[in-house]
């Protein structure tokens, strides 16, 4: 830049950014997480738009003002997909279950919606169960009253029982929340109302920001050998069982820590390191290992690495390709085939699940 821009310049970008252009950020960030369906949370909380006391509050009887973000958040990746902002205390939660349910159903197809007794009605269930083919948890807001004076086909079903494990993964919308008052504060700094919603959105973009970068950045696999099938190289066997997850965060304190690792072990590999130089296995001793290990556990890690494929020269590794490698890779992947073994890639095991 040849100048410094103008102090107002974002205020005047707030101005000039509509709405649809909001939501087309917010919800992106689930479509790049690769997620296939959400399980949506609904929930809302309210950020203050005043900063005066809570004591100065009730001793003066001033009106208690805020501002309400509902948000309809995948909770599997605790990524926020759609947001409705109104002013409080004005109207009842139950009002934007409708478009905020409808509007991340247009981002990717919807498997379960979790949601509080605020979002009672039936309605609600027929809109997720009937319409857009998805399954409803939405607890009844009168448990105490008997079934045959409950009204409603899919709300008599949630008097009769409901998965009380689906349904507290609702929780997450609490954390999420959480998440966003303790980044970014409780309080709403600006002014207008236009401005106090344009603030809020803002504030969803970071916190998505945050979540994707641990989602794809913080998840680590190792395919160190396992048990007794750890091959006698130099590091001696493996401390980790059959597929586990070790984790590896500093501060074990906070529940949304995702510092981890995958260990998926190794159960055979395209080259033997029991001598000082790599020896090149045979394609068929890989393929008998392969398939022992599937029989065992049901998968197996065939471990390779991309200076195996590099001439050798003078016992160092040279910048040109060894076609002889690369033709037994061919002929590696065609005899597991054959088996009508299933072969996939780390880059698509990378994806946490929770």
Same mark, same amino acid.
């Given at each position: 830049?040849?100048?410094?821009?103008?102090?107002?310049?974002?205020?005047?970008?707030?101005?000039?950014?509509?709405?649809?252009?909001?939501?087309?950020?917010?919800?992106?960030?689930? &479509?790049?997480? !690769?997620?296939?369906?959400?399980?949506?949370?609904?929930?809302?909380? !309210?950020?203050?738009?005043?900063?005066?006391?809570?004591?100065?509050?009730?001793?003066?009887?001033? #009106?208690r003002k805020y501002a309400?973000?509902?948000?309809?958040?995948?909770?599997?990746?605790?990524?926020?997909?759609?947001?409705?902002?109104?002013?409080?205390?004005?109207?009842?939660?139950?009002?934007?279950?409708?478009?905020?349910?409808?509007?991340?159903?247009?981002?990717?197809?919807?498997?379960?919606?979790?949601?509080?007794?605020?979002?009672?009605?039936?309605?609600?269930?027929?809109?997720? #169960?009937?319409r857009l083919k998805a399954?409803?948890?939405?607890?009844?807001?009168?448990? +105490?009253?008997?079934?045959?004076?409950? +009204? !409603?086909?899919? #709300?008599?079903?949630?008097?009769?029982?409901?998965?009380?494990?689906?349904?507290?993964?609702?929780?997450?919308?609490?954390?999420?929340?959480?998440?966003?008052?303790?980044?970014?504060?409780?309080? &709403?700094?600006?002014?207008? =109302?236009?401005?106090?919603?344009?603030?809020?959105?803002?504030?969803?973009?970071?916190?998505?920001?945050?979540?994707?970068?641990?989602?794809?950045?913080?998840?680590?696999?190792?395919?160190?050998?396992?048990? %007794?099938?750890?091959?006698?190289?130099?590091?001696?066997?493996?401390?980790?069982?059959?597929?586990?997850?070790?984790?590896?965060?500093? %501060?074990?304190?906070?529940?949304?820590?995702?510092?981890?690792?995958?260990?998926?072990?190794?159960?055979?590999?395209?080259?033997?390191? %029991?001598?000082?130089?790599?020896?090149?296995?045979?394609?068929?001793?890989?393929?008998?290992?392969?398939?022992?290990?599937?029989?065992? &556990?049901?998968?197996?890690?065939? =471990?390779?690495?991309?200076?195996?494929?590099?001439?050798?020269?003078?016992?160092?590794?040279?910048?040109?390709?060894?076609?002889?490698?690369?033709?037994?890779?061919?002929?590696?992947?065609?005899?597991?085939?054959?088996?009508?073994?299933?072969?996939?890639?780390?880059?698509?095991?990378?994806?946490?699940? #929770?």
């Amino acid at each position: 830049m040849s100048r410094i821009p103008h102090f107002t310049t974002l205020q005047k970008f707030t101005d000039r950014i509509n709405n649809s252009l909001f939501e087309k950020i917010i919800s992106s960030f689930i &479509v790049i997480s !690769g997620t296939k369906h959400i399980f949506v949370g609904i929930d809302s909380t !309210g950020f203050k738009v005043t900063h005066a006391s809570q004591y100065y509050i009730e001793r003066t009887g001033s #009106r208690r003002k805020y501002a309400k973000l509902s948000i309809g958040a995948d909770v599997l990746q605790q990524i926020i997909c759609t947001i409705k902002i109104r002013r409080a205390p004005t109207r009842h939660d139950n009002i934007d279950f409708m478009p905020i349910i409808t509007r991340t159903s247009n981002i990717l197809p919807l498997s379960v919606v979790t949601a509080d007794k605020g979002y009672d009605s039936e309605e609600n269930h027929v809109l997720v #169960r009937e319409r857009l083919k998805a399954y409803s948890i939405i607890p009844p807001g009168n448990m +105490h009253a008997p079934i045959c004076r409950t +009204h !409603g086909r899919y #709300r008599k079903q949630m008097k009769r029982g409901y998965s009380k494990l689906l349904y507290n993964q609702r929780n997450k919308d609490e954390t999420i929340m959480s998440v966003i008052k303790r980044l970014f504060g409780e309080y &709403v700094t600006s002014r207008l =109302v236009k401005t106090q919603n344009r603030e809020l959105s803002f504030r969803c973009i970071p916190y998505n920001m945050h979540r994707l970068t641990n989602l794809i950045i913080l998840v680590m696999l190792s395919t160190e050998p396992a048990g %007794d099938y750890a091959y006698h190289i130099k590091f001696g066997p493996s401390q980790y069982p059959l597929f586990s997850v070790d984790d590896v965060s500093k %501060d074990n304190s906070s529940k949304d820590n995702i510092n981890q690792v995958i260990h998926i072990p190794r159960d055979t590999g395209f080259e033997s390191f %029991d001598a000082p130089q790599p020896i090149l296995l045979p394609t068929g001793k890989i393929l008998n290992d392969t398939i022992s290990h599937i029989q065992k &556990v049901g998968y197996s890690v065939i =471990v390779m690495h991309p200076t195996s494929f590099l001439k050798m020269q003078n016992g160092k590794n040279t910048k040109t390709v060894d076609e002889n490698e690369i033709n037994h890779l061919k002929t590696l992947i065609e005899s597991v085939k054959s088996k009508n073994i299933h072969i996939t890639s780390f880059s698509n095991l990378a994806i946490p699940v #929770r």
